[in-house]
C-alpha cells in the first residue's frame, strides 16, 4: 500500500540536538558532539559506544531511560568509586536548536553522599535547575525503538503498556502526572492491605476509600487519555507510508471496557465497585487485580487480519516502526514540533525497499532521528541528508 500523508502532516518546526556533552557517563569520561538538525547516523563495531550515546539523550525525558537503568549503573565505572558528596556522579548536557532560539537542556545524578545508591536526579533548563523530571516532556518528545522490542507482541503486557504510555507522553506531557499518581495511590493501597494482613495496623476502612477513591480518578483519567490517543493513533496509521504495513490498535481492559460501554463518571462507578469488592483477593494476590495498570495494548496487522504476536519477526519489526512513524506525524501536526527519535540498531532487520522508505519518512517528517549500526553502507541511501560519526572505544569522530 502507497499512501502518502497529507501535506499539514509534516513537520512545521524543528526540534534537534545541536551540541551533546556527556560527563561520567556509562563508558564516556567526556563526550562533546556537535551536531547538527539533521538525522544522526552512529556507525562503529560492538561495545564501541554507540548505544550508550542513545541512552544519554533518553534521560531528557522523563524515567530512567531506555534501558530503565538505575543510577550506579549508568555512572561510569571508575567515577563510582571516587565520587564526593555535592558533585555530580554523572551529567547530560545539550543544546536544542529550535525555530524559537536555542533551548540549554541537562541533566545528572548529584551525589548526596549516602553510599553507592545515594543521590537525586537534577534537571536543569537554560542554567537553572527546573523542580521535576515531568518538565523535561514539555520541553521535548523522545521515542526510542531498541532491538529487544522486536518482541514487544510476543512478550509481555507490562512492556507493550509502558510503549504505549511513552507514545501517549510524548503526545501529552501531562500523562506522566496521571500515570505517577495512580500508581502512588495505588502502591499505597497495597502497602496498607499487606501490612493489614500481617497483622500491622488494623485496617482503616476510610483510609483504604480514600486511596480508592484516588486510583478511580486518576485511573479512568489515564485510561481515557490512553483511549483517546489509540483513536488518533489508530486513524494516522492507516496513512501508511512505502512499504509499511498498517496497524490496528485496541485496548483491552476491564477499565476500557467500561469506558467503551459508559460515560466516564459511570465508568468511575464500575471501577470504584471493583476495587472495593476485591480488597481480599488483591491482598492475597499483593496487588490490585483490576486497572489500568493491568490493560493491554493490542497491535494488529490490517492488511492480512492478524495479529501482531503471529506475524513474522520482519513484520513485527515493520508493524513497530509504521506506529512510530505515524505517531512522530501525528506528535508533528500536534506540538507543532516532530519527536526526537532514538533508533538504535534500527536498520539491522530491515530490507533495502523497507529501509529506504524509512529514511524517506523519517527526513519527511523532519525528525531529528538518532540512529545506529555496525555497518555504515546500510545508510547509504541517506547520503547528505544525514550527517555520520563513527564511534570506538568511547571516542567519536564526525566521518
Ligand atoms: N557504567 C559503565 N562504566 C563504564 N563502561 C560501561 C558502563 N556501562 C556500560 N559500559 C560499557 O560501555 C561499552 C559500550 O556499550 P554500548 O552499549 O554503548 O555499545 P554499542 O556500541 O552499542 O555496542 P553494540 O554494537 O554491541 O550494541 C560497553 O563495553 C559496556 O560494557
Ligand atoms: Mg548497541
Not at 547516523?41 to 541512552?55: C, D, M, Q
Not at 530512567?64 to 565505572?77: E, H, I, S
Not at 466516564?264 to 483477593?281: G, H, I, K, Q, W
Not at 549500526?373 to 568511547?394: K, P
Request: glycine share 8%; hydrophobic share 40%.
Amino acid at each position: 500500500m502507497l499512501l502518502k500523508p497529507p501535506d499539514h502532516i509534516t513537520a512545521r518546526e524543528r526540534c534537534s540536538i545541536v551540541r551533546l556533552a556527556l560527563t561520567d557517563f556509562r563508558c564516556y569520561e567526556q563526550l562533546k558532539l556537535g551536531a547538527d538538525s539533521r538525522p544522526v547516523v552512529l556507525t562503529g563495531p560492538n561495545g564501541a559506544g554507540k548505544t550508550n550515546i542513545l541512552e544519554a539523550i533518553s534521560f531528557l525525558a522523563p524515567g530512567r531511560g531506555l534501558r530503565r537503568a538505575r543510577m550506579q549503573d549508568v555512572t561510569r565505572n571508575d567515577k563510582m568509586l571516587n565520587s564526593s558528596p555535592g558533585i555530580l556522579r554523572w551529567a547530560i548536557s545539550t543544546t536544542l536548536e529550535t525555530s524559537t532560539g536555542n533551548i540549554k537542556i541537562g541533566t545528572g545524578f548529584e551525589n548526596t553522599g549516602n553510599g553507592e545508591d545515594g543521590g537525586r536526579r537534577v534537571v536543569r533548563l537554560d542554567e537553572s535547575n527546573a523542580n521535576s523530571h515531568a518538565m523535561l516532556g514539555e520541553v521535548l518528545a523522545i521515542v526510542w525503538l531498541l532491538p529487544e522490542m522486536d518482541r514487544l507482541f510476543t512478550g509481555n503486557a507490562e512492556a507493550r503498556r509502558r510503549f504505549l504510555d511513552r507514545l501517549v507522553a510524548a503526545f501529552d506531557p501531562k500523562h506522566i502526572t496521571r500515570l505517577n499518581n495512580y500508581t502512588q495511590a495505588m502502591r499505597e493501597r497495597t502497602r496498607l492491605l499487606r501490612d493489614d494482613q500481617a497483622g500491622l495496623r488494623n485496617l482503616d476502612m476510610d483510609w483504604v476509600s480514600a486511596l480508592e477513591q484516588r486510583m478511580v480518578e486518576s485511573g479512568i483519567a489515564l485510561a481515557a487519555a490512553r483511549w483517546s490517543f489509540v483513536s488518533r493513533l489508530g486513524s494516522a496509521c492507516k496513512l501508511v507510508v512505502g512499504s509499511f504495513p498498517a496497524a490496528g490498535l485496541s485496548l483491552i481492559g476491564d477499565v476500557e471496557t467500561w469506558l467503551d460501554q459508559y460515560a466516564a463518571l459511570e465508568a468511575e462507578d464500575c471501577f470504584r465497585t471493583a476495587l472495593s469488592e476485591s480488597r481480599v483477593p488483591d491482598r492475597e494476590a499483593g496487588g490490585a487485580l483490576i486497572g489500568p495498570h493491568r490493560s493491554d495494548f493490542a497491535v494488529t496487522h490490517l492488511s492480512k487480519n492478524q495479529p501482531a504476536a503471529i506475524c513474522s519477526t520482519g513484520e513485527q519489526k515493520a508493524l513497530l516502526i509504521s506506529i512510530v512513524l505515524a505517531h512522530a506525524r501525528l506528535v508533528a501536526l500536534d506540538r507543532g514540533v516532530p519527536p526526537l527519535l532514538l533508533m538504535d540498531e534500527i536498520v539491522a532487520h530491515l530490507d533495502a525497499e523497507r529501509r529506504a522508505a524509512l529514511f524517506d519518512e523519517i527526513c519527511s517528517i523532519g525528525a531529528q532521528a538518532w540512529m545506529t549500526g555496525t555497518d555504515r553502507t546500510l545508510f547509504n541511501d541517506l547520503g547528505d541528508r544525514a550527517q555520520y560519526f563513527h564511534v570506538e572505544n568511547a571516542i567519536v569522530h564526525t566521518v
